[in-house]
């Protein structure tokens, strides 16, 4: 990941409200939202993401990753911003769209219910809450946050 520009250089860009979140620009603005909708902005015809210009100003250092605790991807605000290891901020997703069970990581597979955890069966159920259940406790025991698949 490309590394920020030094704090020093955005303080003297920027303002930054850890209450609301909101980066602003004391020569511009933010630009927009690239095609993952976060917000970005550019810094010396380089363009940067503001979630990390706000965890950086507010604590300081450099994040590796940045997870949205709330999974709203342009709030900025400093109690919504963690830093993270990339599987750290994988076990913090939303379920995905073709999900058909209703529970990430459970699926029917031959008229019995899956449970699976890190692309690893945790067996199969008569009785889909028990394979719910098994997922949760899998969930639980390996750490994931408590949005894990809202």
């Not at 409200?17 to 933010?30: F, P």
């Not at 993952?36 to 380089?46: E, I, T």
């Not at 449970?115 to 098994?134: E, M, P, Q, T, V």
Request: some cysteine.
């Amino acid at each position: 990941m490309k590394s920020l520009p030094s704090l020093e250089q955005l303080n003297k860009l920027f303002t930054y409200d850890k209450e609301t979140g909101t980066l602003t620009g004391k020569t511009g603005k933010a630009e927009g939202y690239n095609s993952s909708g976060y917000l970005r902005l550019r810094v010396d015809n380089s363009w940067y993401m503001v979630h990390r210009i706000c965890y950086y100003m507010h604590h300081g250092v450099e994040p590796e990753q940045i997870d949205h605790i709330n999974g709203v991807k342009d709030d900025n605000r400093s109690d919504n911003l963690r830093s993270v290891t990339f599987t750290e901020n994988m076990r913090n997703v939303k379920k995905r769209a073709d999900n058909s069970s209703g529970v990430t990581g459970v699926r029917l597979l031959r008229n019995k219910w899956e449970a699976r955890l890190s692309n690893k069966s945790l067996g199969f159920f008569a009785d889909k809450i028990d394979a719910i259940y098994a997922r949760y406790y899998a969930e639980v025991d390996a750490g994931y946050h408590t949005n894990h698949g809202r």
